[in-house]
């Protein structure tokens, strides 16, 4: 490591703190065993939605069908959803006292599931019955805003579900719990891209795998409730395009009062700048 690696390292490490002590929870995308039966796209909505036999099943049908994002969705600082949906048939939440999903009462679903019969029956991720995904105590944690990303990528790229709309594939990790607008500028910045290449691991061709229990371990700068504020104007501006980009790893750097050559040096060694 080299003098000014060393500088920028211990400085980081001196105002900041690893990942997995923030309030925060990491987790992975749902296993369906089979995607095809589970992951549909728009015209298959629309299908399974008309075979309602009445409004109040298509109601019931609605809610369990969510919009999801895989991997390759993913792109830096945003989202490209591709029109494909889940049907989220969950083994129900015990600890939560959340009963299983009831195929019975979803005919319609029901029966695009057993046009998948021979795939499903003996699939290794299945829950109680095989119309039910797998059990996940974090089933709750798809419907809160949370940082998106994919397992393997050239880049740092996080995008950011404000609303908690979509689910996510098994190809992606997310991440719920505060300050998600800095954590969300900070992981995309080159100073994550640097600081991750020290402890990620490579896929052997030209991509890093960033799985979470590395993330956890990134160095992050404490930040104070007027910084975290701070955080969420610049992410508004940006999204109205009032500033770009840089401007937020320019604060981000000041932040971690880095001078102009470990700057510098840093975005050197970058190649999402």
């Not at 909505?45 to 075979?51: F, G, S, T, V």
């Not at 019931?60 to 919009?67: A, D, N, S």
């Not at 989220?88 to 959340?98: F, M, R, T």
């Not at 979470?212 to 610049?234: S, Y």
Request: glycine share 6%.
């Amino acid at each position: 490591m080299s003098r000014i690696e060393e500088g920028i390292k211990k400085k980081i490490e001196h105002i900041g703190a690893p990942l997995k002590t923030w309030d925060i929870s990491i987790n992975y995308g749902i296993k369906t065993g089979f995607n095809d039966a589970f992951i549909i796209n728009e015209q298959k909505r629309a299908e399974i939605l008309a075979n309602c036999t009445n409004a109040a099943e298509r109601r019931r049908t609605e809610e369990i069908i969510r919009p999801i994002l895989r991997g390759r969705d993913v792109k830096r600082y945003s989202y490209e959803w591709a029109g494909l949906h889940l049907i989220a048939s969950h083994n129900g939440i015990p600890e939560k006292n959340v009963p299983r999903i009831d195929i019975e009462n979803y005919p319609a679903i029901k029966a695009h599931l057993d046009s998948y019969w021979q795939e499903i029956k003996d699939r290794s991720d299945q829950g109680d019955t095989p119309y039910n995904l797998r059990s996940c105590a974090y089933m709750d944690d798809f419907s809160k805003p949370k940082i998106v990303w994919g397992d393997i990528s050239d880049v740092p790229k996080f995008a950011l579900d404000a609303k908690g709309e979509f689910f996510c594939s098994n190809t992606i990790y997310f991440l719920t719990g505060t300050s998600l607008e800095f954590l969300f500028c900070y992981l995309n910045s080159p100073l994550s891209e640097h600081l991750f290449s020290k402890i990620g691991s490579s896929t052997g061709v030209g991509t890093t795998r960033w799985q979470f229990f590395t993330i956890e371990q990134l160095f992050v700068p404490r930040i104070t409730h007027k910084e975290r504020d701070e955080f969420v104007r610049l992410l508004s501006q940006l999204r109205l395009g009032r500033i770009t980009e840089p401007d937020i790893n320019r604060r981000i750097y000041a932040l971690c009062e880095l001078t102009e050559s470990e700057i510098a040096f840093i975005e050197s060694e970058s190649i999402s700048t």
